[in-house]
């Protein structure tokens, strides 16, 4: 089966002298799940750049094989002058669907999100939740196959994180998609994951990757069992082993 995304040795070297990634070797699959957590600055976010070809490597090879791609960004990146529907329907817009479609598409990602009856509001009417549902409804009118998250729901209060990680497992599991998900979350990326990659400190590489058992749907009560609790202390100390 051709990978969604594959990286083979990948590192990444800045004009100043800084070296963020080396040797980062993994595949996330179609269908796949996968998160990374690691410390600040280890290159979590540069890896997504390289995925989308916002940047690109120094070394190694990245390849995608997913013909339609989302990214979610840490931050909402709405337009402030445009509703919702209009922000939702903008990456159709610049991909040239013509009106109609677009409205289509837009109105079936609101629905999928849940903001259906906030179409017309603008995006300082928005719960910062509410504004990163629009996001994502965005990125759902292209139907990508891969989704690149960057700590999407890191600046969200602890409830309404949990929810948006309920509402987008049931995103996954209707579409299923590829995704690579950034965090700082050691329990969001067990609960929403099928396997957690994680990161060493700069430069950044691979230290560990451990496969999550549960299947899906999951239970939000799954964050309180043993199992749960096991799998996130397990990645704790990764972690740990990445800052020493």
């Known amino acids: 089966m051709t990978a969604a995304l594959r990286f083979h040795d990948v ?40 995925a989308s070809g916002l940047d690109d490597a120094t070394a190694g090879e990245v390849t995608v094989g997913a013909d339609r791609l989302g990214y979610v960004f840490q931050d909402a990146t709405l337009l402030p002058w445009r509703s919702v529907r209009a922000n939702v329907e903008l990456l159709a817009e610049l991909h040239g669907l013509d009106r109609s479609e677009r409205r289509k598409r837009a109105a079936e990602a609101i629905e999928l999100v849940g903001l259906t009856g906030f179409e017309k509001h603008m995006p300082h ?37 949990e929810r ?28 929403l994951s099928t396997r957690v990659l994680v990161m060493s400190g700069r430069p950044g590489r691979i230290l560990a990757d451990v496969p999550i058992p549960f299947e899906y749907p999951r239970d939000p009560a799954l964050r309180f069992s043993p199992d749960f609790a096991a799998l996130c202390g397990e990645i704790s100390g990764h972690l740990r082993g990445a800052h020493a």
Do not use: W, Y
């Open 11 to 50: 590192g990444k070297a800045f004009k100043d002298g800084t070296v963020a990634l080396t040797g980062a070797d993994f595949a996330v699959a179609p269908g796949e799940f996968t998160s990374i957590v690691g410390p600040s600055g280890c290159g979590k976010s540069t890896l997504l750049r390289i």
């Open 125 to 161: 009417e928005l719960s910062g939740g509410m504004r990163m549902r629009a996001s994502l409804a965005r990125s759902l009118t292209l139907s990508p196959d891969l989704f690149l998250f960057d700590e999407p729901f890191g600046a969200l209060d602890e409830i309404t994180r």
């Open 164 to 191: 948006l990680n309920d509402e987008l497992l049931s995103l996954f599991r209707l579409q299923r998609f590829a995704a690579l998900f950034i965090t700082h979350s050691v329990m969001e990326a067990v609960f």
